[in-house]
């Protein structure tokens, strides 16, 4: 009987251990599946807000629930104009822009003038010099009114933006644009794209990293979407 005695012990040890792993685990995997998750910034094609080697905290459960494995999408709240979003293309990947328009809007560009619904957005120059510390000496930081809502963009010196035909959204579908307005792949090259494919909404930058040096940017730490 020792030997059996020796055997369960070891095991009921052992299981002491196995299952807060086993539990911490599985609600990790919840976690970042349906409520939040870590996303970090690859280009600085969201410059002034975001820059490369930044780190955020994206909310998955804000817009809703996907079921995994095709289930349906359970929705709780809409986007709104100039929510910094996280969406997944068809590519497999995930990228992080800015909605500027919603389903029924058109969207215009015209000598890097921006216009949804027929409605020029307002683009101020900026004054917070914190907004230049990491951008290119040839570009300038705007701040830009969307609705109630405001931001900065940043435009390069040296390029121009190309002029954007008028484009109606259909049902569901959003439009997007990246804050560094002469250097973003987003809404302008892949077209409107359906709000299925938002993944999350950008929160803060909880992380930041110069891909560089590798110095930790501290001042980045806690910065919103603005």
Known sequence: MRPFVLTRTYFQRLNRYISPIIATAIIVLFVRVFVADSYKIPSNSMQPTLIEGDHVLGLKIVYGIKIPFGGPYIRFFKPKRSDLVVIKRV??????????????????????????????????????????????????????????????????????????????????????LGDNRTNSVDSRNWGPVKEDDLVAKVIFVWFSKDPVSGKIRWDRFGLIGR
């Open 91 to 176: 590519d497999g990947n995930n990228y992080i822009k800015r909605v500027m328009a919603l389903s029924g809007d058109t969207v215009e560009m015209n000598s890097g003038k921006l216009k949804i619904s027929g409605k020029e957005i307002i683009r101020k120059f900026g004054t917070d010099v914190s907004k230049y510390r990491y951008i290119d000496n040839d570009s300038a930081v705007y701040r830009e009114f969307l609705g109630k809502e405001f931001y900065s963009v940043l435009y390069s010196g040296s390029k121009r933006v190309e002029d954007l035909p008028l484009v109606k959204l259909s049902k569901d579908q959003l439009f997007l």
